[in-house]
């Protein structure tokens, strides 16, 4: 397996331009979720979803869209890049919803690192 | 205010000591998570936990749910430690992660 991939590892944007982070799971896993991570802060939850179809916005979702058309993949939109969306994004998925008894562990992608300028 | 603190935030050791992480946390929880971050940005979960204690191998994690404390312990430390540990708590489909606590382990 080769569990959570994200693509591109890196890419730079122009202010204003658009652009698609991929990400897929081969483990079969309902929820996916996508973070944001900046120098000296915590991950920040952008969306996340709980199966094809059923998406919902996390703490910070302002600037990003995302579609859930399958089960495998979870691409999120950047459709007007700002310099304020220069982060780290890691694509993660679970079996089961993190507020169940228990939780579940998350699987974490490699990471896509951005730049806007 | 965050919902998650760690201590410290940053850590030197010496290869073979016993090293202590902490988490604290402000809202009610589902589990508790530790994580570690390698140097090139990889993030593994290493433990998640709802009660108690759990071990794996050298690692050791244990919370007070009480408290609302849970402490990440590396017996018999190793260069290949070093990394940062990130605590995160779960509650309902929310995920709320500490600034993490950057390890180096001198050999």
């Known amino acids: 397996n080769a569990g959570v991939t994200q693509t591109p590892k890196f890419r730079i944007l122009k202010i204003g331009q658009s652009m698609t982070l991929q990400c897929a799971q081969d483990?079969?896993?309902?929820?996916m979720y996508w973070y944001r991570q900046d120098p000296g802060m915590g991950l920040k939850l952008i969306y996340y979803s709980v199966g094809a179809g059923i998406t919902d916005k996390g703490e910070v979702p302002n600037g990003y869209n995302v579609s859930r058309s399958t089960t495998e993949d979870f691409p999120l939109r950047l459709e007007l890049a700002a310099p304020s969306q220069t982060s780290v994004y890691f694509c993660?998925?679970?079996?089961?919803?993190?507020?169940?008894?228990?939780?579940?562990?998350?699987?974490f992608g490699p990471g896509t690192r951005l730049t806007v300028l | 205010k965050n919902e998650v603190e760690q201590s410290p935030q940053n850590l030197t050791a010496q290869e073979g000591e016993f090293i202590t992480i902490n988490c604290s946390y402000s809202v009610g929880i589902s589990a508790l998570h530790w994580l570690q971050q390698h140097p090139g940005g990889g993030i593994v979960s290493l433990f998640m936990?709802?009660?108690g204690k759990k071990k794996h191998g050298r690692l050791i994690a244990t919370i007070n749910i009480q408290e609302k404390h849970s402490s990440l312990h590396i017996t018999a430390s190793h260069p290949r430690d070093s990394a940062v540990y990130i605590c995160a708590v779960s509650t309902g489909n929310q995920f709320y992660f500490g600034t993490g606590t950057s390890l180096t382990v001198i050999p």
């Open positions: 483990m079969n896993h309902n929820y």
């Open positions: 936990l709802s009660s």
């Open positions: 993660a998925s679970s079996r089961r919803r993190q507020g169940s008894p228990g939780g579940d562990t998350q699987y």
